[in-house]
């Protein structure tokens, strides 16, 4: 069986870091043939890896360390003000969880959301077998949350994974019409309250970078913990 001390590993030549100008980047993946349990799934979230399609991934780059783990407290939690209206303000949303699978009305928001909102993303242009490998190659645990009107108008869908002590929050993709609603905040606010009713203590948000402007908005969710030097502490 797989474990820890045999799973082997990969890291690729330096590249252009996808987030801070004039860096580059190297990144640790499992070796794509391994059997990734569920067990040993959480065990390497714990350690800092991601999850995108069935690629496991941690970056590990010479000189630079500004990409830190980050994972909410679910219980301990305490919303501002402004994520307090943002909940209210969704109330009327229905959230749903769904099987995996493709939805020809998920990959049409998705596309949409690419190309309105990241068109200087890695995921631009938006294609099928982009969507499919990344977000639909998934796990037993993942589960896609829709979130829709009352009229049953698709607005948000969010990728989660299910960890032995957390969620994992894989990606999130809205409608980019209802920026007042701010579904991505609300997203994350609805996987921490499924975090307390699952009795789990912690959501996983990925990477937080420091001058990173598109990461920015994972340290407003406290109490959390960042990993450091193999460490989670408090922040």
């Known amino acids: 069986m797989t474990s820890l001390q045999t799973l082997v590993f990969y890291a690729t030549p330096e590249h252009d870091c996808s987030y801070l100008d004039d860096r580059l980047a190297t990144t640790l993946f499992v070796d794509p043939k391994a059997r990734i349990t569920s067990d040993l799934y959480s065990r390497l979230t714990h350690l800092g890896f991601r999850r995108s399609g069935s690629h496991y991934y941690r970056p590990r780059c010479n000189h ?43 990959y049409a928001l998705y596309e949409r959301y690419i190309n309105e909102r990241h068109p200087d ?3 631009y242009p938006p294609s099928r077998d982009q969507f499919q490998n990344f977000l639909l190659d998934a796990r037993p645990e993942t589960r896609l949350i829709e979130f829709r009107l009352p009229d049953d108008t698709l607005v948000g869908v969010s990728v989660t994974d ?20 701010s579904l991505g905040v609300f997203a994350v606010l609805h996987q921490i309250e499924q975090c307390k ?13 420091r001058g990173c402007r598109k990461m920015s908005y994972k340290t407003n969710y406290r109490p959390m913990e960042i990993l450091l030097r193999d460490r989670w502490l408090v922040i």
């Open 64 to 106: 630079c360390n500004a990409c830190v783990s980050v994972r909410v407290l679910a219980a301990q939690f305490k919303p501002t003000r402004s994520q307090k209206r943002t909940w209210q303000r969704n109330q009327d949303l229905i959230a749903t969880a769904v099987p995996v699978a493709f939805y020809p009305e998920h």
């Open 121 to 123: 993303g890695d995921m």
């Open 162 to 181: 299910r960890l032995s002590d957390g969620l994992s929050a894989i990606y999130t993709f809205f409608h980019p019409d209802h920026d007042s609603r």
């Open 197 to 209: 009713a699952l009795n789990l203590p912690y959501l996983y948000l990925g990477y937080w970078i």
